[in-house]
């Protein structure tokens, strides 16, 4: 069916404007909020602590004692208590080296050699600039939540697998498209293969992978997803980089948003409704980027993902959802069907619940 490229593009910037109201609606609710708040008072742990976590987490759970391999949240006895749990009686921490710092003052800070350490209680003299210096480690422990009982742990709202067939002749299309970007596609068994993904892109080795434990539906939802980061998100090196596409490389919440906004498009056109997935995938993304609301995120991203989406469906011989065209337009003056972008907001109302 044939849709001018206007009418097209304003069909996407209205899919993607009910992106961006879905993405708002979420994060603006407090279940959100509570979940980022407890969320945030966990820190990171240096590599070395990682390691020693997973290690004491992978035989807890070879003793039975939590019911999953992984490690989620962890934190010490009082930190817990401060969340309204506390650690469950037998079970026993995972120790770790925790930092010890000292507090050192000085009048001339650009000189490393006039610090001097302050003691306990010590008060710095008038002038003098204090800052905590790291002196060394101490041994202590840390539980995972699931060693723990007490107040529920207020969780992110997740992305649901999609189900179902996937649209007729969607995968053989994306996945050509792929193949002609250079890149090998790989089907694995499970996300346990890709380190729990359902789907990678690895631009080293130039392989797409996909986990095919998924139905159909899901599976060719993922493929659209890394379609939109081999196109996007190629190493500077590799492509001529503008600031969004900076962006993106450099941080992956950036890249995470606009794969998936890609997907749910070609989705859409396709009379997939993938808003059970991207929307809080999209959602907990946009929300790691620093300096920027979720909603700034999105918003930053429609023209990169409105194009690259564009580019995607016209290469797509696949039937999509009609424009909104009487009968008899679908053809140009060559006589020659031509593909075109689905009318999602008319004819596909489901999506994005809206």
């Given at each position: 069916?044939?849709a001018?490229?206007?009418?097209?593009?304003?069909?996407?910037e209205?899919?993607?404007?009910?992106?961006?109201?879905?993405?708002e609606?979420?994060?603006?609710?407090?279940?959100?909020?509570?979940?980022?708040?407890?969320a945030?008072?966990?820190?990171?742990?240096?590599?070395?602590?990682?390691?020693?976590?997973?290690?004491?987490?992978?035989?807890?759970?070879?003793?039975?004692?939590?019911?999953?391999?992984?490690?989620t949240?962890?934190?010490g006895?009082?930190?817990?208590?401060?969340?309204?749990?506390?650690?469950?009686?037998?079970?026993?921490?995972?120790?770790?080296?925790?930092?010890?710092?000292?507090?050192?003052?000085?009048?001339?800070p650009?000189?490393?050699?006039?610090?001097?350490?302050?003691?306990?209680?010590?008060?710095?003299?008038?002038?003098e600039?204090?800052?905590?210096?790291?002196?060394g480690?101490?041994?202590?422990?840390?539980?995972?939540?699931?060693?723990?009982?007490?107040?529920?742990?207020?969780?992110?709202p997740r992305?649901?697998?999609?189900?179902?067939e996937?649209?007729?002749g969607?995968w053989d299309?994306?996945?050509?498209?792929?193949?002609?970007?250079?890149?090998?596609?790989?089907?694995v068994?499970?996300?346990?293969?890709?380190?729990?993904?359902?789907?990678?892109?690895?631009?080293?080795?130039?392989?797409?992978?996909?986990?095919?434990?998924?139905?159909?539906?899901?599976?060719?939802?993922?493929?659209?997803?890394?379609?939109?980061?081999?196109?996007?998100?190629?190493?500077?090196?590799?492509?001529?980089?503008?600031?969004?596409?900076?962006d993106?490389?450099?941080?992956?919440?950036?890249?995470?948003?606009e794969?998936?906004?890609v997907?749910?498009?070609?989705?859409?056109?396709?009379?997939?409704?993938?808003?059970?997935?991207?929307?809080?995938?999209?959602?907990?993304?946009?929300?790691?980027?620093?300096?920027?609301?979720?909603?700034?995120?999105?918003?930053?991203?429609?023209e990169?993902?409105?194009?690259?989406?564009?580019?995607?469906?016209?290469?797509?011989?696949t039937?999509?959802?009609?424009?909104?065209?009487?009968p008899?337009?679908?053809?140009?003056?060559l006589?020659?069907?031509?593909?075109?972008?689905?009318?999602?907001?008319?004819?596909?109302?489901?999506?994005l619940?809206?």
């Amino acid at each position: 069916m044939y849709a001018s490229p206007t009418a097209r593009d304003a069909r996407l910037e209205a899919l993607h404007a009910q992106l961006t109201s879905a993405v708002e609606a979420l994060v603006s609710g407090e279940d959100w909020k509570r979940a980022l708040t407890f969320a945030a008072r966990f820190r990171s742990r240096s590599f070395n602590n990682t390691m020693l976590i997973y290690a004491q987490h992978a035989a807890a759970y070879g003793e039975g004692r939590v019911p999953e391999p992984t490690p989620t949240y962890v934190a010490g006895f009082h930190q817990w208590l401060s969340l309204g749990r506390h650690v469950e009686k037998g079970q026993r921490g995972y120790g770790i080296l925790a930092p010890v710092t000292a507090r050192f003052a000085s009048r001339t800070p650009a000189d490393d050699g006039s610090w001097h350490r302050l003691s306990r209680g010590e008060r710095p003299a008038a002038g003098e600039v204090v800052r905590s210096k790291l002196v060394g480690l101490k041994p202590t422990h840390v539980w995972d939540v699931f060693q723990t009982a007490g107040d529920p742990v207020p969780e992110l709202p997740r992305p649901n697998l999609l189900q179902g067939e996937a649209p007729a002749g969607l995968w053989d299309g994306l996945a050509d498209q792929i193949t002609a970007a250079g890149f090998e596609l790989r089907l694995v068994s499970s996300a346990a293969a890709i380190g729990g993904a359902n789907g990678i892109t690895d631009f080293l080795s130039r392989e797409v992978s996909i986990r095919v434990d998924m139905d159909d539906a899901a599976q060719v939802k993922t493929l659209a997803h890394e379609l939109g980061h081999v196109l996007l998100h190629a190493p500077p090196e590799n492509k001529l980089s503008t600031e969004l596409a900076a962006d993106a490389t450099l941080h992956r919440g950036v890249a995470e948003v606009e794969a998936e906004s890609v997907a749910l498009m070609v989705g859409a056109a396709h009379g997939l409704d993938t808003s059970s997935y991207t929307v809080p995938y999209v959602s907990t993304w946009a929300a790691s980027v620093q300096g920027k609301t979720p909603v700034e995120v999105v918003q930053s991203t429609a023209e990169r993902v409105r194009a690259t989406a564009l580019g995607i469906l016209d290469k797509l011989d696949t039937p999509k959802i009609g424009d909104g065209n009487p009968p008899g337009l679908d053809r140009d003056g060559l006589g020659h069907r031509q593909t075109a972008v689905s009318n999602a907001v008319r004819r596909s109302e489901a999506v994005l619940g809206l």
